[in-house]
């Protein structure tokens, strides 16, 4: 089962993931991760939802540049429950 539900998310990725669809995910038992503050020299995180955490919420920060983030969502995308927004 969850190889067919990855498979749903990156399909859902590529045509841009709506609430509904992060609902469905989540119900799932899937965490969604997402990037914020990429663009800018500071505030890097990264944001998660969860069947606990229904509005994006802070899962970590503090990264000094977008590759150090980009290198963690790697590693949390490791975790067969993560998926990207």
């Known amino acids: 089962m969850q190889g067919g539900i990855n498979q749903i998310v990156k399909s859902i990725k590529i045509l841009n993931m709506t609430a509904k669809d992060q609902i469905?995910?989540?119900?799932?038992?899937?965490?969604?991760?997402?990037?914020?503050?990429?663009?800018?020299?500071?505030?890097?995180?990264?944001?998660?939802?969860?069947?606990?955490?229904?509005?994006?919420?802070?899962?970590?920060?503090?990264?000094?540049?977008?590759?150090?983030?980009?290198?963690r969502v790697k590693e949390l995308l490791k975790i067969s429950t993560i998926v990207e927004d």
């Open 24 to 71: 469905k995910i989540i119900n799932a038992g899937f965490t969604i991760i997402r990037r914020e503050g990429a663009e800018s020299f500071s505030n890097k995180k990264i944001k998660y939802k969860s069947k606990d955490q229904r509005e994006w919420a802070t899962l970590e920060d503090g990264f000094t540049s977008n590759y150090k983030m980009d290198n």
